[in-house]
């Protein structure tokens, strides 16, 4: 089964390889969409990838951090790699993508909670 990943932090990917932690995870596409020219969120999106890459140990796991403002980078990654299944996590900056995702009605979608760590 293929999954793909959408996430924006650590604490998202951390909450996901929690949930896909009693799953049979083989193949694993991990996409971090980020703002362009934001350093900041390149870097977490970055840290995110590296946590993925450390918790799925035993899956074929790709990471791919994306620099695009479009709100659409999962779709346009989904359309490519049509993943069996689409996991983001529940954070703000992410809703601009779940959106897009469960507006295209092509994948089933399964949004994770991530802790509120404030």
């Given at each position: 089964?293929?999954?793909?990943?959408?996430?924006?932090?650590?604490?998202?990917?951390?909450?996901?390889?929690?949930?896909?932690?009693?799953?049979?995870?083989?193949?694993?596409?991990?996409?971090?969409?980020?703002?362009?020219?934001?350093?900041?969120?390149?870097?977490?999106?970055?840290?995110?990838?590296?946590?993925?890459?450390?918790?799925?140990?035993?899956?074929?796991?790709?990471?791919?951090?994306?620099?695009?403002?479009?709100?659409?980078?999962?779709?346009?990654?989904?359309?490519?790699?049509?993943?069996?299944?689409?996991?983001?996590?529940?954070?703000?900056?992410?809703?601009?993508?779940?959106?897009?995702?469960?507006?295209?009605?092509?994948?089933?979608?399964?949004?994770?909670?991530v802790p509120d760590l404030e």
């Open positions: 089964m293929h999954r793909l990943v959408g996430t924006d932090s650590v604490h998202a990917t951390a909450a996901i390889c929690d949930y896909l932690e009693d799953e049979l995870v083989d193949d694993v596409t991990i996409v971090a969409p980020v703002e362009p020219g934001d350093e900041t969120a390149r870097r977490d999106g970055q840290e995110a990838l590296n946590v993925a890459s450390v918790r799925l140990v035993g899956a074929d796991v790709e990471t791919e951090l994306r620099e695009d403002g479009s709100g659409s980078v999962l779709c346009e990654v989904a359309a490519t790699i049509e993943p069996d299944e689409v996991i983001v996590g529940s954070s703000d900056v992410l809703e601009p993508e779940r959106r897009a995702l469960l507006e295209a009605e092509r994948w089933p979608v399964v949004v994770v909670p």
